[in-house]
Nanobody, 124 residues
């Protein structure tokens, strides 16, 4: 069983940076593939980034590649999303997610466990 709690959302201007954090409450942190997804107003939830169980492989949506970085900390049981060069279209609720069984690019299809989300607003 796993619980996910996001933090770090807020308001930022275009071109700015934000760092989202997710605390992953579980005794088996390293068994989970972890990811970040987002849902903009009026749109469906979409994949943003994912990181493998060992942390050696990362996956990104094309429109965030080179701007966002996902990382995980095995001592703190956290998964972070560093977001740089933010654009208006990055405005969304960002969700942390975890999955015991997904492998590699399968993460783009979604995960089994979700946090409640944190709002990121980018303004001009």
């Amino acid at each position: 069983q796993v619980q996910l709690v996001e933090s770090g959302g807020g308001s930022v201007q275009v071109g700015g940076s934000l760092r989202l954090a997710c605390t992953v409450r579980t005794r088996t942190f390293s068994n989970y593939m972890l990811g970040w997804y987002r849902q903009a107003p009026g749109k469906e939830r979409e994949f943003v980034a994912a990181i493998s169980r060992a942390g050696g492989n990362t996956y990104y949506a094309d429109d965030v590649k080179g701007r966002f970085t996902i990382s995980r900390d095995y001592a703190k049981n956290t998964v972070d999303l560093q977001m740089n060069s933010l654009k208006l279209e990055d405005t969304a609720i960002y969700y942390c997610a975890a999955d015991l069984y997904r492998v590699g690019a399968e993460a783009k299809g979604g995960m089994s466990d979700w946090g409640k989300g944190t709002l990121v607003t980018v303004s001009s």
